[in-house]
Nanobody
Framework: QLQLGESGGGLVQPGGSLTLSCAVS????????IGWFRQAPGKEREGVSC????????KYVDSVKGRFSISRDSEKNTVYLQMNRLKPEDTGVYYC?????????????????WGQGTQVTVSS
């Protein structure tokens, strides 16, 4: 019933920018947290950022602070991840996920609903 769909991935050169979108359907999101995760080849899945949909509070992993920005559009039930000054180590499949509750958690096991992922490749 609750479904998430990511879009916006692609190939970009180092230093470039991309904006990812996560459209959520099925339920109202006032009591949910939406997170962005990524998984690089041969690496564990990593929490990148999350947002309390009702209050708009945010959290970022240290490696993306100052470069990435998470936001939401309450009218559209959509969460965005603006990625700037991209680095090759940002490469991976990016997933959005949802969990009930407002805690700003970046642990994948705390999230119940997942999108299919979108590929982000940062390379010259």
């Amino acid at each position: 019933q609750l479904q998430l769909g990511e879009s916006g991935g692609g190939l970009v050169q180092p230093g470039g920018s991309l904006t990812l979108s996560c459209a959520v359907s099925g339920f109202a999101l006032n009591y949910h947290t939406i997170g962005w995760f990524r998984q690089a080849p041969g690496k564990e899945r990593e929490g990148v950022s999350c947002i309390n949909f009702g209050a708009g509070h945010t959290k970022y992993v240290d490696s993306v602070k100052g470069r990435f920005s998470i936001s939401r559009d309450s009218e559209k039930n959509t969460v965005y991840l603006q990625m700037n000054r991209l680095k090759p180590e940002d490469t991976g499949v990016y997933y959005c996920a949802a969990r009930f509750g407002g805690q700003l958690l970046l642990h994948e096991k705390q999230y119940n609903y997942w999108g299919q992922g979108t590929q982000v490749t940062v390379s010259s």
